[in-house]
């Protein structure tokens, strides 16, 4: 449901979201990566890539609202909207999670929480308003006060590199209770969505393979086809003139 790219937009994708009606803001929140929100006029389907990230979604549509938790995506899907259909998005940061509902339960599904009152959702017990595009950070900030969302460090300092005193068992354990995916997957969707900015930008095919670390051009295809949903070439031409 999120952008991945959301910082380096090209004009093929922001014609997309302009379709679309959709905008995507970042947060001050060390737990939130980005935040955004959509308003589809007409019938729409939209490719969504793979993403380590897990992210809250309430829809709106024909006066009814809803508030579901959503897993990483390990593969690219096609993403419907509806004519008249309201989103709003929170994408999490990796290494954010809710204890009482493990991410590795939701990879590639999600969750609807059930309704309190048409304003609001049950979440552990509680009563919670919806939350709305501008005080999406505000609602992440009382979850985190009521130790409903966490977020485990060790995730970004395996991720950069650092050495850790845990045993790589224990770290492993870690990180996958915090971020639902092994810390070898993660780094294939990192790759694949590197891959695609590079063809996006206009680097030749073969020159990605190299700089992304691919064996050979087929692997990066089929890398790309699963993670990304489109070939090397179809990513190319994204930003081509029409």
Known sequence: MSISWAEKLDPTEEKRLAILGHEVRLSDS???????????????SALCPADGHWNM????????????VWGPMT????????PGARFLYITFKLGTFMPHLP?????????????????????????????????????????????????DGIVDAVLQGHPQELSPRSTQRRFLQATGLTQRYIHHVERARHAAVL?????????????????????????????MGQTPAQISRMNQPE
């Open 103 to 151: 991410v590795r339960n939701l990879l590639d599904v999600g969750t609807t929480l059930p309704e309190a009152t048409n304003k609001s959702f049950w979440l552990n017990g509680t009563a919670w308003q919806f939350p709305d595009y501008e005080n999406a950070d505000t609602f992440v900030d009382r979850l985190v006060r009521a130790g409903l969302l966490v977020r």
């Open 199 to 227: 063809l996006q930008q206009g680097a030749p095919v073969l020159d990605t393979v190299y700089e992304a670390g691919y064996f050979d051009q087929p692997h990066m295809t089929r890398s790309l086809k699963h993670l």
């Open 57 to 68: 979604l309430l829809v709106k549509l024909n006066n009814k609202t809803s508030f579901s």
């Open 75 to 82: 593969k690219a899907r096609i993403m419907p909207y509806m």
């Open 30 to 44: 060390p737990y939130v990566e980005v935040i955004g929100r959509i308003r589809a006029e007409s019938v729409y």
